[in-house]
């Protein structure tokens, strides 16, 4: 982490692209950069510590962040991936209380972390703020109930083509089929379904041996989102321990 100073207004990031903030006036912004922290950070360096008493709110101006859990101090489970534009930190700024995950820079990042008495003497001064924070905790709730949901009723094989079908972006070649790009790490990808690298592992020889997923490049290219989507639903693998 490299602290860096920040001159609301004269620098080239700032919180002007934050969609938390899009619907407070100009100075209002400006406002919370001065009471702001800024920091950069390099790709897989810690931003946040779970064990953190800190209660800022954090507002990513470049790059991308991972929030995780990790489980028995070695197996992870990320909740999810943060982009420039974005908010992180407000449940603990809301209500005083611990943090409940870690989170890591997943690319180089800039970063600018909000004191709690700054971002709440923001929330009672501008009612928009307050409508779009709670706007924001209902669709993590709603999310949240839904991966519960996932992750109750399938398999470890079943998250990991579920994984695949939303990280996949639609293929020009093929209407049919999506590409994954950059591929990502088995880790990543266990650490997004909540299974072992090696359920990831044979889930993905499954699909390459069927030719439903190859590899070109950096990319991986599935044949037919449709059948993908039914092993998604129906496949079990007896080996996962969780099928």
């Not at 790059?63 to 909740?79: K, P, Q, S």
């Not at 407000?90 to 870690?102: F, N, Y």
């Not at 209407?175 to 790490?185: D, I, K, W």
Request: proline share 4%.
């Amino acid at each position: 982490m490299r602290e860096l100073e920040h001159i609301p207004g004269a620098s080239s990031f700032g919180l002007g692209g934050c969609r938390l903030l899009s619907g407070l006036p100009a100075d209002a912004v400006m406002a919370l950069e001065r009471h702001c922290r800024w920091a950069a950070y390099d790709a897989g360096a810690l931003v946040l510590d779970s064990a953190s008493k800190l209660q800022d709110v954090y507002f990513i101006a470049e790059g991308a962040v991972r929030v995780f859990h990790r489980l028995d101090g070695r197996r992870e489970i990320t909740f999810a991936e943060f982009h420039a534009g974005d908010a992180f930190g407000e449940l603990s700024a809301l209500d005083g209380g611990g943090r409940t995950a870690d989170a890591v820079a997943s690319t180089a990042a800039v970063i600018a972390a909000c004191p709690q008495d700054a971002f709440l003497n923001a929330l009672a001064a501008h009612p928009a703020l307050a409508l779009a924070v709670m706007r924001k905790l209902v669709g993590i709730i709603r999310q949240s109930d839904k991966r519960i949901a996932d992750l109750a009723a399938m398999s470890g094989a079943q998250r990991v083509y579920a994984e695949i079908l939303r990280l996949g972006a639609p293929d020009p070649a093929n209407p049919r089929g999506c590409v994954v790009e950059p591929a990502p790490l088995h880790r990543d990808m266990a650490s997004w379904a909540g299974v072992e690298t090696d359920v990831v592992a044979r889930a993905i020889a499954h699909l390459m041996k069927t030719g439903l997923l190859t590899r070109r490049g950096a990319a991986l290219i599935v044949a037919d989102r449709g059948r993908v989507d039914a092993l998604a639903r129906t496949y079990t693998d007896s080996r996962s321990g969780d099928a």
